[in-house]
C-alpha cells in the first residue's frame, strides 16, 4: 500500500512538472505540415548570418538564401556570440550527419524561403 502511494505521488508529480508544447515541438510540426525535405548537405559562399530559433534548431542566411538547421541534441554552445561551422572536408558546403556548428552534430538540413524563414523567427511569439 505504501509503494503504491509513492508510485502515484511521483507520477502525478511527473504529470504537474510538464508545461505543454515547447517552442521546439512547434519548429517539428512546422517541418512535418510543410513537408520540408532534408537535405544531405547545403551550399554557400561567404560567410553566413544567423538566427537562434531554440538550442535545437537556427536559421542560417547565406546571401539570398535561407536553411533551417537541426541539431542531434540541445546545443547549448549556441548562447556564445559568435557561431562558426565546424566544416571537415570542404569550407563551402554544410553537410548533415559529418559537420557541426559549435561542436554541435546537425542531424538535417532543410531549404526554406524567406517567408517560412520569417514564420518560424515567430513561431511561439504572440501577436
Given amino acids: 500500500m ?9 507520477l502525478l508529480s511527473g504529470c504537474a512538472a510538464q508545461t505543454g508544447p515547447t517552442k521546439s515541438d512547434a519548429i ?6 510543410s513537408n520540408l ?4 548537405q547545403l551550399r554557400f559562399r561567404d560567410q553566413f548570418n544567423y538566427t537562434q530559433l531554440t538550442e535545437k534548431y537556427l536559421i542560417l542566411k547565406a546571401r539570398d538564401d535561407y536553411y533551417l538547421v537541426e541539431f542531434k ?3 547549448r554552445e549556441l548562447n556564445r556570440n559568435e557561431i562558426t561551422p ?3 572536408y570542404d569550407r563551402s558546403v554544410l553537410r548533415a550527419g559529418i559537420d ?3 561542436g554541435c ?4 538540413l532543410f531549404a526554406i524561403d524567406k517567408g517560412q524563414a520569417e514564420e518560424l523567427e515567430h513561431i511561439g511569439v504572440e501577436p
Fill in 2 to 10: 505504501r509503494l503504491t502511494f509513492i508510485l502515484a505521488a511521483a
Fill in 73 to 75: 541534441r540541445r546545443c
Fill in 86 to 88: 565546424d566544416i571537415r
Fill in 100 to 102: 557541426t556548428i559549435r
Fill in 28 to 33: 517539428a510540426d512546422f517541418i512535418a505540415v
Fill in 105 to 108: 552534430p546537425i542531424e538535417r
Fill in 37 to 40: 525535405e532534408a537535405q544531405d
